[in-house]
């Protein structure tokens, strides 16, 4: 599937004495995919920002012919993410919701998908709006109880799709139990792995067969990009992956994956910081006598907590809560009265966002479907920067009242 790899990041013999697949994540993040420019001895990866590259003759080429295919910028950012979740193959592609939508075409009319009844709103979108126009059927239960996963099967189940901690509820899904029913099944598992990052989570290790990234959130970390990837073992898989990402031409341009993999050198750092606030916030709204329900894995009374230790080595820096009382108007003060956590959608970045899933990131599941599923019009979710933890409580404080 690969072409021959360019000399840029040909790793030498002498340069490296342990396979880099052992390597500590943290070294993996300040290292995975990329090699000096053997050229000019530049540390960073250069930005090809080249549409074509000349062949000495038809077909013969330095394993690149047209950007939309390959470019070095891209491979050496599909090399750092492969490693990062210990697979084999990385994809990247413009969105993230165009990695989803390279991954639903593998399938065909007449074939099943169970997912997350927890799910980010433009997902559900795209599910439901787009690909049942195809012919696809789309199930969603709660994936925190396997059983109603089993129950959910049909012989025309192709793909298992967990979002875990999922968006905004924060449960947490048991992957090697979905990667079990999914074996039984003779289907895949596709794991969002965006609210945990490789650096919390490997879903492949558990037995996923996909594991997707909103590279745009944590994997960039600066909110100054947006991109998506895949990253797979099997060959099949990644050779069909490739064939869409090539064909249907949703890739990321060289500066966009620049600036992805400048952010991963800092990943490990980010996210220890993003726990650990994390963590202040939980517990400051735990403790306050205006909120009522706190949504964050790393609480002893989270419902999935014990899945939650067993697959994280950390619980993130997501956190969502409701207020007490049922009155809209409450969340809307808060939404409006922050200072440093700034009203917007996304997630991910080094700066903290307060955002209402209820008209904003999940505007688009009808509201009847949304209280079902427990997201309340009084939701807020927030995420929680690196900033420091005392300054982030004292604005949550001031804005709750």
């Not at 990234?213 to 069909?240: C, F, P, Q």
């Not at 999935?304 to 956190?319: I, L, P, S």
């Not at 990131?361 to 420091?388: C, K, M, Q």
């Not at 982030?392 to 009242?401: K, N, S, T, V």
Request: hydrophobic share 40%.
């Amino acid at each position: 599937m690969h072409p021959s790899p360019h000399p840029l990041y040909l790793r030498a013999a002498t340069n490296k004495s342990l396979d880099p697949m052992s390597h500590r994540f943290g070294t993996k993040a300040v290292h995975a995919g990329v090699e000096p420019d053997p050229t000019t001895g530049a540390i960073m990866t250069p930005i090809y920002q080249t549409s074509t590259y000349v062949q000495a003759a038809p077909g013969d080429h330095k394993g690149y012919e047209y950007s939309r295919t390959h470019n070095p910028t891209r491979t050496a950012l599909q090399r750092a993410l492969a490693e990062l979740e210990n697979g084999r193959h990385g994809l990247c592609f413009a969105t993230g919701m165009a990695s989803i939508d390279a991954l639903i075409k593998l399938l065909k009319p007449g074939d099943h998908v169970v997912s997350t009844n927890d799910l980010y709103g433009g997902t559900y979108r795209l599910f439901t709006k787009i690909f049942e126009g195809f012919g696809i059927r789309f199930s969603f239960v709660d994936m925190a109880d396997p059983a109603q996963v089993k129950q959910a099967l049909t012989p025309a189940t192709r793909l298992i799709w967990v979002e875990t901690p999922t968006n905004p509820l924060l449960k947490v899904i048991d992957i090697a139990a979905m990667a079990a029913l999914a074996k039984a099944q003779g289907c895949w598992l596709a794991v969002d792995n965006t609210f945990a990052s490789p650096a919390l989570q490997n879903p492949l290790d558990r037995g996923a067969d996909i594991v997707m990234h909103s590279a745009t959130k944590y994997l960039g970390g600066h909110s100054d990009v947006v991109m998506g990837a895949l990253v797979v073992n099997d060959d099949a898989i990644a050779e069909r992956l490739a064939f869409v990402q090539n064909s249907s031409g949703a890739t990321p341009g060289p500066m966009d994956c620049f600036l992805v993999l400048r952010g991963l050198k800092t990943l490990h750092l980010r996210m220890e910081r993003h726990c650990l606030n994390g963590e202040a916030v939980a517990h400051f709204l735990k403790a306050h006598p205006m909120v009522d329900r706190v949504y964050w894995p790393g609480l002893p009374e989270h419902a999935n907590h014990g899945v939650a230790k067993a697959q994280m080595r950390g619980f993130g820096g997501m956190v969502s809560f409701t207020l007490k009382g049922d009155r809209m108007e409450d969340a809307t003060r808060v939404l409006s009265r922050t200072s440093l956590f700034a009203l917007a959608e996304s997630l991910g970045g080094v700066e903290s966002l307060i955002g209402h899933p209820a008209s904003m990131t999940h505007a688009s599941i009808p509201r009847e479907e949304r209280l079902r599923n427990g997201l309340a019009d009084t939701l807020i979710r927030l995420s929680v920067g690196t900033e420091d933890a005392a300054d982030l409580i004292d604005d949550l404080a001031q804005a709750i009242g």
